[in-house]
């Protein structure tokens, strides 16, 4: 894979930032910016209070999930509200990709950033110092596809079961960044020591009922593990999934355990674009060689991978 050195981290980025005004848990109704984010909040009627909540009774699936429950629920309306309003976002004020990662160390240096203080519950009150390292915008990773796993019940999407295509539930999926790994996985002579390697190596990136319910319905589970080992560039929203930053689980803690199962808990979440090299070679920013996941041409345009949001895919 080339070696992109124009690839830098968010902090060496030329991005303007608009200062903030902290805000305790209020958002505007409607399609309110998020403190501190090039985020908006979801378009249905929009909230007045970023909360955990309780669900009620009588939820079918994600699209009424999402429509009554912004920050999702679960049974016991106990859960960290912010990071779930991050995860169930699918629009934003600027589409274009702000900065593309394509080596683990570019993340694991964004990892040592991570603010003092933050825990599982407590995103709220690191927004701006979050924001300042990017999230809440649109990032790029290339690397290789090590693997998927459809996830269980989480507060996120209401604590919905998968269904039978999986509808209700998050894709989650691990991408690396060694090549001779991913063609082990491609040739499926993957060593013990391999399997136990993916987890501790890998950068989460999710694909969630919301985002692809409206704008990818070509994105199934069966499709993305068709590609297994293959090449991919991935495009979405840089958030920290702070549930999970704990020693462990997060090998990118500074204190983390033999335990931890992942490389970083700064994700791509959700995913707004899956792109698959088709070719050899395929550069990393240019549209050449690359095929969208779930169809058979490949990209026309160097821009088609910054339409993060867009209706018409």
């Known amino acids: 894979m080339a070696n992109n050195k124009r690839n830098t981290l968010p902090a060496s980025l030329s991005r303007t930032v608009a200062p903030f005004a902290p805000l305790a848990l209020a958002l505007l109704v409607g399609n309110a910016v998020l403190p501190g984010s090039h985020?908006?909040?979801?378009?249905?009627?929009?909230?007045?209070?970023?909360?955990?909540?309780a669900c009620g009774e009588g939820l079918e699936d994600y699209k009424a999930c999402h429509s009554e429950?912004?920050?999702?629920c679960n049974t016991q309306g106990s859960y960290d509200p912010y990071l779930n309003l991050?995860?169930?976002q699918v629009s934003w004020q600027k589409t274009d990709v702000q900065g593309w990662f394509n080596e683990l160390s570019q993340l694991q240096t964004l990892e040592s950033k991570i603010p003092a203080g933050l825990s599982k519950t407590n995103h709220g009150d690191h927004l701006d110092e979050l924001n300042k390292l990017g999230e809440g915008s649109i990032f790029g990773i290339v690397g290789y596809l090590y693997g998927i796993k459809t996830e269980g019940k989480e507060s996120s999407n209401c604590q919905l079961e998968g269904g039978d295509d999986f509808d209700n539930v998050d894709f989650h999926i691990y991408i690396g960044f060694d090549p001779n790994l991913a063609a082990r996985i491609k040739s499926k002579t993957m060593t013990?020591?391999?399997k136990k390697t993916i987890d501790v190596v890998s950068v989460i990136v999710e694909m969630t009922p919301h985002y692809r319910g409206r704008f990818k319905p070509e994105w199934t589970a069966d499709a993305v593990k068709k590609e297994l080992g293959s090449r991919v560039r991935v495009t979405g929203q840089l958030m920290v999934d702070n549930e999970h930053y704990v020693a462990s689980q997060d090998c990118g803690?500074?204190?983390?355990?033999?335990?931890?199962?992942?490389?970083?808990?700064w994700e791509l979440h959700p995913v707004t674009d899956f792109q698959i090299c088709s070719?050899?070679?395929c550069p990393d920013q240019n549209s050449v060689g690359w095929v969208p996941l779930g169809r058979q041409s490949p990209v026309q345009t160097a821009h088609s991978s910054n339409a993060a949001g867009s209706q018409n895919p």
């Open 39 to 53: 985020v908006t909040a979801p378009p249905e009627g929009g909230i007045a209070e970023v909360k955990a909540v």
């Open 253 to 265: 803690h500074a204190n983390h355990t033999d335990a931890c199962w992942r490389a970083t808990v």
């Open 279 to 281: 070719a050899g070679s």
């Open 86 to 88: 991050f995860k169930n």
């Open 192 to 194: 013990p020591e391999d």
């Open 69 to 72: 429950y912004p920050t999702g």
